[in-house]
């Protein structure tokens, strides 16, 4: 059974840090693109970065580049955010996601198979 569990996220004011973790198990997911989404209240969920297990490569939305760093441990199984220099906007309960990698990055929710239950992130100004 796949599992999908995160964890790190809580209240922090603007200009703050949090790390979330995601951490893996019931499958080997080295041909796997793990990403991260986030859904404010009343909004869609939307994408934030992906990272491919295998490569290391990554894509980020343009609102957190230079702010979020996706990374991955292999030993550990668990994938990362790192998220500084916090913005209220940030404020969102955030999701790690799964699907086979196919050679392209998709941005979309409908494409990811694998979800976990998602943790909350507030961000106070």
């Known amino acids: 059974q796949v599992q999908l569990v995160e964890s790190g996220g809580g209240l922090v004011q603007a200009g703050g840090s949090l790390r979330l973790s995601c951490a893996t198990s019931?499958?080997?997911?080295?041909?796997?693109?793990m990403a991260w989404f986030r859904q404010a209240p009343g909004k869609d969920r939307e994408f934030v970065a992906v990272?491919?297990?295998?490569?290391?490569?990554?894509r980020y939305v343009d609102s957190v580049k230079g702010r979020f760093t996706i990374s991955r441990d292999n030993a550990k199984n668990t994938v990362y955010l790192q998220m500084n220099s916090l913005k209220p906007e940030d404020t969102a309960v955030y999701f790690c996601?799964?699907?086979?990698?196919?050679?392209?990055?998709?941005?979309?929710?409908?494409?990811?198979?694998?979800w976990g239950q998602g943790t909350q992130v507030t961000v106070s100004s």
């Open positions: 990272i491919n297990w295998n490569t290391g490569n990554t």
């Open positions: 996601a799964a699907r086979r990698h196919t050679g392209t990055y998709s941005y979309t929710t409908t494409s990811y198979g694998d």
């Open positions: 019931g499958r080997t997911f080295s041909n796997y693109a």
